[in-house]
């Protein structure tokens, strides 16, 4: 497991003084968010659906429930460092050394933990094209989604979804690949709708494909902002991380998101405010 940490720490990406800084994300398996926002809707909402997201509570999918929640106070630390980053990036990629890593998981989480900001609004995009997993894991339908808006076949508006649990996050499926994943990405009608979504969105996160695995990933870094790496200590391979830090541009690297962290007695932080006994 040290390799992991080993390798983020020797590959020079960063200044683990300043950020990006890595983020510990803890293996709970929470219930389902039942939350009620009153913040008021700041920009117009483009979803024709609202609908609500059935999530397995056997799933580590929106652990914000439970007020004493490591892993909720955890992706809230995410969300407040990419809220003050210095580079105020808007559209962000999540993605991974290699599969199996939790971005998925990661990605619908921090834009869960952004949308319960009062005031903002945010759009989560599954990216990722040839492993389509976002629908699934929310229990709303795949099509239609990104692929059917960026061939013509749906509006954006018929596309989204907007979650009945988070009243200010939407969510874009990936939708029915109509053709080459990379044909669809690489092209002038994903850049329009990054654009157009950019007035429609404080945050548009993209559930990206891992690292370097296929072409993908580098239109998508084209196309955004800023980068959040994922790893699994334990899972993912030390040269494989390595090759994520040798591939994302230093300028675009936000930070790194270490999933399903095991405790360690040598790392191991009280819980500020928290008991660590359960009535």
Same mark, same amino acid.
């Given at each position: ?90 559209? /962000? *990629? &999540? #993605?991974?050394?290699? %599969? ?6 990661? $990605? +619908?989480?921090? !834009?869960?933990?952004? @949308? ?23 229990? /709303? *339908? &795949? #099509?239609?989604?990104? %692929? ?6 749906? $509006? +954006?508006?018929? !596309?989204?979804?907007? @979650? ?39 945050? +548009? ?75």
């Amino acid at each position: 497991m040290s390799n992991v940490f080993d390798v983020i720490r020797k590959s020079g990406a960063f200044d683990f003084g300043e950020f990006p800084e890595t983020q510990e994300v803890g293996r709970e398996l929470p219930a389902v968010a039942k939350l009620v926002l009153e913040a008021p809707v700041l920009l117009p909402t483009t979803a024709s659906r609202v609908l609500p997201l059935r999530v397995s509570t056997t799933t580590p999918i929106f652990p914000f429930e439970d007020a004493n929640s490591v892993a909720a106070e955890q992706y809230r630390i995410v969300r407040t460092k990419i809220l003050h980053h210095p580079r105020s990036p808007k559209v /962000i *990629a &999540i #993605s991974s050394a290699s %599969s199996g890593d939790g971005k998925t998981v990661t $990605s +619908i989480n921090i !834009a869960a933990a952004l @949308a319960l900001k009062q005031g903002i609004k945010v759009l989560l995009i599954d990216a990722d094209l040839r492993r389509r997993s976002v629908a699934e894991m929310l229990g /709303i *339908a &795949i #099509s239609p989604g990104l %692929s059917e808006v960026l061939c013509g076949l749906s $509006s +954006i508006e018929s !596309a989204l979804v907007q @979650a009945e649990q988070f009243p200010n996050l939407s969510i874009l499926t990936a939708g029915e690949v109509q053709a080459s994943p990379v044909e669809l990405l690489d092209s002038d009608h994903l850049r329009v709708l990054l654009n157009q979504m950019r007035q429609q969105f404080h945050y +548009i996160i993209l559930d990206a494909t891992p690292v370097a695995a296929v072409a993908d990933y580098e239109l998508l870094q084209m196309a955004c902002d800023g980068i959040i790496a994922i790893a699994r200590p334990g899972h993912t391979d030390r040269s494989t991380c390595m090759n994520l830090f040798r591939t994302v541009p230093k300028e675009k690297l936000i930070g790194v998101v270490l999933n399903c962290v095991e405790d360690w007695w040598l790392w191991r932080t009280p819980q500020y405010g928290y008991s660590s006994k359960k009535p």
